[in-house]
């Protein structure tokens, strides 16, 4: 017997190989599952996190992002505001504008987030992306109405995300709090199994602390800086917007001259195109006519 199965293995060593790796990967998750019926038991609602103003808190693996907005809590004075303003701007020189606005920008402790310049035949446009103190975001906005010929459009959009702040930092504390519970249970345990169950369960506290305070942190950056997005252009038609007055000659000018070489552009282009292609055309139509001539030449067949 012992001599069929020595045989039998090396005929088929691969298929032994692949045996044996499953067993022993077999072997090796034993241990987690009896982690399961440890006497210390981690599930996601024995260590939830409480509720605040009755609304449902997460469980260990729930996702922090996924939490819902709090209510709006009156009385709070400095309230956490993030700013999003949109200047559309029109000017005589793009490029020396937009060095002015640099220049501005890093003298007010700001920073470029990105700039995007266009030259055309029908002019320059360029976009730009500034952050700035949230208490400069008025002098910046003066400062651009200054340096333009005209302020074609403003928009200021803000963000109240104080109500959000202070939930996340309820939450957090309450994560704090579980977690020293659990080192605290860490250091009664007396079995490995014990150890690895609470270390686990530590490790994805952790993960939702550390992903708070990253929300803390960008929530804090948002609001102590406001982002400015600044279109400049020499040509009114090169800014997002609506002109006010329906009917304007000289603009409607300007758009049919622009279709018109659109259109040459087009006819341009399709000649280039067909004179490309025009020898395989020709090939087509000579293949063609060939055909038709050899049917034409054969005599009808009679019956």
Do not use: C, H
């Amino acid at each position: 017997m012992v001599n069929k199965i020595i045989d039998w293995i090396k005929k088929n060593k691969l298929l032994t190989f692949v045996v044996l790796v499953a067993v022993w990967l077999l072997i090796n998750s034993i241990p987690r599952t009896l982690l399961k019926g440890s006497s210390i038991s981690v599930s996601d609602q024995s260590y939830a996190v409480g509720s605040y103003g009755g609304a449902p808190m997460m469980g260990i693996n729930d996702t922090p992002y996924m939490y819902r907005e709090a209510a709006p809590q009156p009385g709070i004075v400095n309230r956490k505001v993030a700013i999003d303003s949109n200047f559309s701007l029109l000017v005589k020189d793009v490029t020396g504008t937009v060095e002015m606005i640099k220049e501005r920008t890093l003298l007010m402790a700001g920073y470029m987030v990105n700039t995007n310049i266009n030259r055309t035949e029908f002019g320059e446009n360029a976009v730009l992306q500034i952050r700035v103190p949230s208490e400069k975001i008025e002098e910046m906005s003066k400062y651009l109405r200054s340096v333009a010929v005209k302020v074609v459009s403003e928009n200021v959009d803000g963000r109240d995300v104080t109500d959000q702040y202070i939930d996340i930092e309820r939450r957090l504390s309450d994560l704090e709090a579980q977690r020293a519970r659990m080192l605290a249970i860490l250091d009664k345990a007396t079995t490995v199994n014990e150890m690895l169950t609470v270390q686990q369960a530590l490790d994805q506290i952790q993960d939702q602390i550390d992903s708070y305070k990253g929300q803390l942190l960008y929530m804090d950056g948002t609001t102590k800086t406001s982002k400015l997005t600044i279109y400049v252009s020499t040509d009114e038609l090169g800014l997002p917007y609506t002109p006010a007055q329906s009917w304007r000659p000289e603009v409607i000018f300007k758009q049919a001259v622009r279709s018109m070489l659109g259109t040459l552009q087009d006819a341009g282009s399709f000649v280039i195109w067909f004179a490309v292609y025009l020898p395989i055309i020709l090939g087509a139509v000579g293949v063609l006519l060939i055909i038709k001539r050899v049917f034409r030449k054969r005599p009808p067949v009679t019956q």
